[in-house]
């Protein structure tokens, strides 16, 4: 079985900061990684994900994500947030092979872009 | 393309009512996955069909939700009898063939079963 720990429910920014919201998994076998975003009142987009190759992938917007097998983790950052960042952000995990549709979601991370 | 349609966006019934949330994948989509969210379990899938087919139906709570693919463009799932705890945000995506292809969401059906 996996799951997906977010280690924070809610991060609040400062606009203009870095910021990096942190995802662990755990699985007993090889896995795909994915962020998800949700802004407010509508379903979730993909953000990024990693399949293969390089460990480091970016999304269009300025995230960012590296899959760390030994640490398990796949930490989405950002150098710099906008306020149209505020969202709340979900990480993903599923087997690769036969069960790679299904997605396992962490609870999420509300980040919150101050002014 | 107008993405993944779902209809209500809101549904407040009263318990022992039947509901049924309806869902249009973006055309072309083979495979359509339902999500229900709440704030104590978070996103669990609850099925999900491929060329129609239902695959996977492991995350369906009990026999009170059931859901349907007649054709390529439409699916539902119903709830009868409804139930206070099933009050949740119900979501349909769909992915061109499954696999780790790009889910795309609707926007959600937020239920409230008084």
């Known amino acids: 079985a996996q799951s997906v720990t977010q280690l924070d429910s809610q991060v609040p920014v400062f606009e203009e900061a870095p910021v990096e919201l942190r995802c662990n998994y755990s699985s007993s076998v090889s896995v795909y990684l994915f962020w998800y975003v949700q802004y407010p009142n509508q379903g979730l987009q993909l953000l990024l994900k990693y399949l293969s190759g390089s460990t480091l992938v970016e999304s269009i917007n300025g995230f960012e994500a590296e899959f760390n097998k030994s640490q398990t983790s796949f930490h989405l950052r950002k150098p710099s947030v906008h306020i149209s960042d505020t969202a709340e952000y979900f990480c993903?995990?599923?087997?690769?092979?036969?069960?790679?549709?299904?997605?396992?979601f962490g609870k999420g991370t509300k980040l919150s872009v101050i002014p | 393309d107008a993405g993944v349609i779902q209809s209500p966006r809101h549904e407040v019934t009263e318990m022992g009512q039947e509901v049924t949330l309806r869902c249009k994948p973006i055309s072309g989509h083979n495979s359509l996955f339902w999500y229900r969210q709440t704030m104590m379990r978070g996103l669990e899938l609850l099925i999900y069909?491929?060329?129609?087919?239902?695959?996977?139906d492991s995350g369906m709570p009990e026999d009170r939700f059931s859901a349907k693919m007649p054709n390529a463009s439409f699916s539902t799932l119903k709830i009868q009898p409804s139930e206070p705890r099933d009050s949740a945000v119900y979501f349909c995506a769909s992915s061109l063939s499954g696999g780790a292809e790009t889910q795309y969401f609707g926007p959600g059906t937020r239920l409230l079963v008084l």
């Open positions: 993903a995990v599923s087997d690769i092979g036969a069960g790679s549709y299904q997605l396992t």
């Open positions: 069909f491929n060329n129609n087919v239902p695959i996977d």
